[in-house]
């Protein structure tokens, strides 16, 4: 059997499957990753598990060690060193007036490259700005476009409910989201209502759709004539989980029927 960990490659980037090999840790831990003959850090984003041999699904090199003290004042160094580097980057964007917006910056663990991480409308030819990074810091220099889900991710903030971004918090990836998601849900298609801190649909409309969409099979759709003890009318209103209907008998008379 192998022991395999889930760690997020750096700060900003995936999450990816590793083998453990003797390596012990647990979830929150900081490990050093070789990575194409280069080192890296990650963070452990999952517990300990045991898996029949075989390759790592998500394999992207290899553990080496858990961090030690003297590695994590390295990454916290480089760290300090990215805001630095973001700072430059960003006066280097406003003088060729560049259409797009860093939003932070990654070194790796053995600062051989630099990851910049910017937001963007459309695409964006950045090889001068490339080229002005590499002069400056004469290490590998690598401009990742982001959306704005992933730039939420990484900024982070709170939501509407008082607690912090899902995606930022504990989300290793993000899901497909529809407004069908809302609307099945009988929630108010309003933007402001059901848009996340991204402008996008809240990731927490996914949560509990499974949920509401099986409790309304049995249910009518609003509009839907149906027969009920007082007689036959459209439903106006439905309350999935409450599993009522309000129904217009006509003539301004409005039942409500529940449903076992």
């Not at 889930?6 to 990575?35: A, F, H, K, S, W």
């Not at 995606?167 to 993000?174: A, H, L, P, R, V």
């Not at 409309?205 to 949920?211: G, I, L, Q, R």
């Amino acid at each position: 059997m192998d022991k395999r960990v889930e760690v997020q490659l750096g700060e900003y980037r995936p999450v990816y499957t590793y083998n453990l090999n003797d390596v012990n840790c647990q979830r929150g831990d900081y490990m050093i990753l070789e990575i194409d003959k280069g080192s890296e850090f990650g963070k452990v984003v999952s517990d300990v598990k045991m898996v029949c041999e075989g390759k790592a699904e998500d394999l992207q090199g290899k553990i080496l060690r858990k961090a030690t003290e003297g590695d994590l004042k390295q990454i916290e160094n480089n760290r300090l060193k990215a805001e630095d580097a973001l700072n430059l980057c960003m006066r280097k964007i406003n003088e060729r007036k560049l259409d797009m917006q860093p939003v932070k910056a990654e070194y790796t663990f053995d600062c051989s490259k630099i990851i910049f991480f910017f937001a963007s409308e459309g695409r964006v030819d950045f090889r001068s700005l490339v080229k002005d990074l590499a002069k400056v810091f004469h290490v590998r220099i690598e401009l990742k476009q982001i959306r704005v889900r992933d730039k939420a991710k990484i900024i982070g903030g709170y939501g509407v409910c008082g607690r912090e971004l899902c995606c930022s918090s504990y989300m290793k990836g993000f899901h497909a989201l529809s407004i069908k998601m809302a609307k099945d849900q009988g929630l108010p298609l309003n933007p402001s209502r059901i848009s996340g801190v991204c402008g996008r649909i809240k990731c927490c409309m996914a949560y509990e759709f499974s949920v509401y969409r099986e409790y309304a099979k049995s249910l009518p759709h609003v509009g839907e004539k149906i027969n009920t003890p007082e007689g036959k009318g459209r439903v106006v209103e439905v309350n999935i989980l409450k599993r009522y209907a309000r129904v217009d008998l006509g003539e301004g008379q409005i039942v409500k029927t529940v449903f076992n």
